[in-house]
């Protein structure tokens, strides 16, 4: 595992114990859609229909989207079981992630 992959993921592990993370498929859709998602993160194993669905919400809800990590690594990351996609809706740790991301 990277420094890269230590770092967006024990930020989202920092998110998720401040309670500005949602996850899981329906929680991260309500959140793009009432405008409390910051960044969105859905695992590169997820199904193309879940990419799709969340690329195409994001898109129309101007929503940065990225793919990132396993469900495993992201729902090891937050304490919980498999996850395929992740909200953000803090804006300073949504930055943060996405720096990291971009490197």
């Known amino acids: 595992m990277s420094l890269k992959q230590n770092k967006v993921l024990s930020l989202l592990g920092l998110a998720m114990r401040g309670r500005n993370l949602v996850s899981g498929e329906f929680q991260t859709l309500e959140a793009v859609k009432n405008g409390s998602a910051m960044l ?22 101007e929503v940065p989207v990225y793919e990132y990590g396993t469900k495993d690594e992201l729902g090891r990351a937050i304490g919980k079981d498999m996850r395929s996609s992740l909200g953000v809706s803090d804006a300073g740790l949504a930055e943060a992630i996405i720096k990291q991301l971009e490197i």
């Open 40 to 61: 969105v993160i859905i695992a590169e194993d997820a199904s193309a229909n879940t990419k799709k669905l969340f690329t195409n919400k994001c898109t129309f809800y």
